[in-house]
């Protein structure tokens, strides 16, 4: 029988629901920033507060027009609904285990702690800046490394000039610390 006549039903789509989570390291820890909370917070908010409703209507709506099986609002509508209550449930899933920590407390020291902006040049001369972000806010493009990351798992607890070794996949390169930055408490008011 070809496939265009069978019927996708929504059992088949809840078995993806138990993607397990990015594994997080042996500690167990979710560290994030404040910042990178909030911008989680947010993103879950919106999508209980308005994305979700205005699909739920656009489903309904659907619904009600007859005939679902080559209804395609109806179908899209129930497939985008389940990508909404996927992302929701893994939201939840990792705010609740969250561990906010604010890099601001490290300001003015001269160690990489998480949060930490962090100047380093390798072996060819080469000047690098990363930020040690937590696993569900870091963006490489944007010069931002998980703290479980290789090249932050070196850098921590170093200090300003320290020559490190730093393990990769073409061998070991040695880089040396040259600045490191943290962000400034927010003013009280």
Known sequence: ????????????????????????????????TPQGYARLRKELLDLIDNERPKVVEVVHWAASNGDRSENGDYIYGKKRLREIDRRIRFLTKRLEIAEITDPSVHHGTDQIFFGATVAYVDEGGLERVVTILGIDEADSAQGEVTWVSPIARTLLKARTGDALSLVTPAGVSEIEVLRIDYPRAPAPG
Not at 6 to 27: F, M, V, Y
């Open 1 to 32: 029988m070809s496939k265009a006549f069978t019927r996708e039903s929504d059992a088949q789509d809840d078995d993806d629901d138990d993607i397990p989570l990015p594994p997080l390291p042996g500690n167990g820890k979710n560290y994030i």
